[in-house]
């Protein structure tokens, strides 16, 4: 079996150029130039948008949870349950953002109207927290609390963190995936960039976040929220234009058309053949010629064996041959076998999606309970002190350090020690690494909620002044969600977009997002579950307003026990999973960019 490197060329003028081997197309419909598109110019471009673009919108998060505490004037539950629920909003609409993208308005196209979206629900926020919120003046802070605000002043606060929320939610599967467009998978040295863009695009998020958490974190927490709202307004502004500057330099796959109904056909189509006579043998599938495709030329997917009850849709009848015959095709009885296959792929994958949900609910509490914990630590060195939501930086820094841990060296190591030449860890198995590292990031933060807990009660168990134990026993809890996020995270953008058909690839990064999301969603319902037990006539609950009286250590143990259930569950789901195999799309063991011929 030999590999061969294929080539396309177009004559020009002024001599041969080389076009892209993925049929991307440049701004004008014409087929991509690679000398002329794409790439790490393009990349790059993104990556920096990206990381403005993060820098906005954790502006806002990072600190939200103190906003609605000491502006808003919620409780420490009710606050973190409301982060938890505006943060899963904002990944939901990720599958609104892919829809849009991959059925009608391109990748392109999509990013830019969400940021358009995006900027005007920072600057709302940054008005309407200027001119009504903070009041008195210089509220906000530790020490002086707001006053309360009309049904008008907190619907204009709801509708602009929700537009922010509909902003870049619609605007983050997409720049992920488009990203990865300016990088041909086909061609040998584009294809390793494709792979090594995902963790460079994950960094730049990191890094866009840091000086979010750090700078706007410290400036918010001295009470200074409308000044953060403004750079974040400001950064957000500045990432749209960089991202349209670099608009004739990127590179477009058409829309594939609505997804849904192409699922809807082929249901539909198998339940109509439920009961018919078919055969094993793949011949009597149907096969679409690519100029009548109505995928725009995506590459075919080749026949799987699993759910075999869809291959019903493909298989053709004699009713369908006697139609083929008067030159009539009906979407709804017979689906060429890459649409069947289509379907079968997103089957595959809800499993691994599903086991990826409870890793969200640990990565989530770094926005809600993290930060409630450290504001109940000691937060001073000397006169200088710590905003309990800038302790997220030691996450972000053990992002960038295990990103480059794991390229330059774990990588490297692995694919020596397997003796192959493409990868070393596959995505499925850093994933599973991601998890088991979650277990131990949830016992390092109950631990030190157990130290807290001890230091603070031995002073005076019922106050509800901060422990003498320092604010940066939390690193370790910080640094290994950050290496979790490595293996996870980065494991699943590469996973899902390597895992879905091409005309779904915003759909892929939108499952990233939307797992997010649910963990969002979920967390809130075990703290609303958890505050209902545990709470009795004499006992606050397990997350009371005064943490002294609770017990954080219990419920961070509890996480670490349904991570762990999950983990299992995840193996299991993975050791079933079978990767997604397209017409001319080079196997794993190959070099990127040569084809089994």
């Not at 990432?239 to 058409?254: C, D, I, N, Q, S």
């Not at 190591?413 to 397997?418: A, C, D, N, Q």
Request: charged share 15%; glycine share 8%; hydrophobic share 45%.
């Amino acid at each position: 079996m030999a590999c061969l490197e294929l080539s396309k060329e177009v004559k020009f003028k002024d001599g041969t150029e080389e076009l892209t081997l993925d049929g991307s197309v440049d701004w004008h419909g014409r087929p991509a130039i690679r000398a002329k598109s794409g790439r790490w110019v393009a990349g790059t471009i993104v990556l920096l948008n990206q990381g403005l673009a993060t820098l906005a919108f954790f502006g806002v998060g990072v600190n939200l949870v103190l906003f609605l505490t000491r502006v808003m004037g919620q409780n420490n539950a009710d606050a973190a349950n409301s982060v938890s629920k505006w943060t899963g909003t904002v990944y939901i609409f990720s599958l609104v953002g892919a829809f849009l993208s991959d059925s009608y308005w391109g990748r392109y196209k999509t990013c830019a109207v969400f940021q358009v979206i995006f900027v005007i629900g920072l600057v709302s926020l940054s008005l309407s927290s200027y001119l009504s919120l903070i009041r008195p003046k210089g509220c906000g802070n530790e020490t002086i609390s707001c006053g309360k605000h009309s049904s008008l002043e907190m619907g204009m606060f709801y509708l602009s963190i929700y537009l922010i929320a509909l902003g870049n939610g619609g605007y983050q599967p997409n720049i992920a995936t488009f990203g990865a467009d300016q990088f041909d998978e086909e061609h040998s040295k584009e294809g390793y960039s494709k792979v090594a863009f995902f963790s460079y695009f994950y960094l730049a998020l990191n890094l866009g976040s840091l000086f979010s958490n750090t700078i706007l974190g410290y400036f918010e927490d001295e009470g200074l929220w409308a000044l953060g709202f403004w750079a974040s307004a400001g950064s957000a502004f500045a990432a749209l234009v960089l991202f349209l500057l670099g608009t004739p330099r990127y590179r477009h796959f058409k829309p594939s058309g609505n997804p849904l109904s192409r699922f809807g056909q082929v249901l539909v189509a198998a339940l109509r053949k439920w009961g018919a006579h078919t055969t094993s043998n793949e011949e009597d599938l149907y096969v679409m010629d690519e100029n009548e495709s109505p995928t725009n030329g995506n590459r075919k997917i080749l026949h799987t064996d699993g759910f075999k009850f869809l291959d019903r849709a493909a298989f053709i009848s004699t009713r369908d041959l006697e139609d083929q015959k008067r030159g009539l095709y009906n979407p709804w009885r017979l689906c060429p076998i890459t649409q069947v296959e289509e379907v079968k792929c997103i089957l595959r994958l809800l499993p691994i999606w599903l086991c990826t949900i409870i890793y969200s609910v640990v990565f989530t509490q770094m926005a809600s309970l993290f930060v409630e914990q450290g504001a109940a630590m000691k937060t001073t060195i000397s006169h200088f002190r710590i905003p309990p939501a800038s302790m997220s930086s030691f996450d972000i820094l053990s992002v960038a350090i295990f990103i480059f841990f794991y390229r330059r060296v774990i990588d490297p190591l692995v694919g020596r020690l397997k003796k192959t030449s493409s990868k070393g860890l596959t995505e499925l198995q850093r994933m599973g690494i991601g998890l088991v590292i979650a277990v131990m990031a949830m016992v390092s933060a109950g631990i030190v909620e157990c130290y807290r807990l001890k230091y603070a009660k031995s002073g005076c168990p019922h106050c509800s002044g901060t422990s003498s134990l320092s604010i940066f026993w939390q690193i370790p809890q910080y640094a290994l969600i950050g290496a979790s996020e490595v293996f996870m995270y980065v494991g699943q953008l590469e996973f899902f977009n390597a895992q879905t058909p091409d005309g779904l690839k915003s759909f892929g990064s939108a499952l990233c997002m939307t797992s997010i999301s649910l963990g969002n969603y979920v967390s809130s319902l075990i703290v609303s579950i958890v505050m209902k037990i545990s709470t009795e006539d004499h006992m606050p609950g397990w997350i009371p307003g005064n943490l002294n009286r609770g017990h954080l250590d219990r419920f961070y143990f509890l996480l670490a026990a349904l991570t762990s259930i999950d983990l299992i569950v995840y193996i299991v789901c993975a050791k079933w999973f079978k990767s997604i195999q397209l017409e001319g799309k080079y196997e794993e063991h190959d070099m990127p960019g040569s084809y089994k011929v």
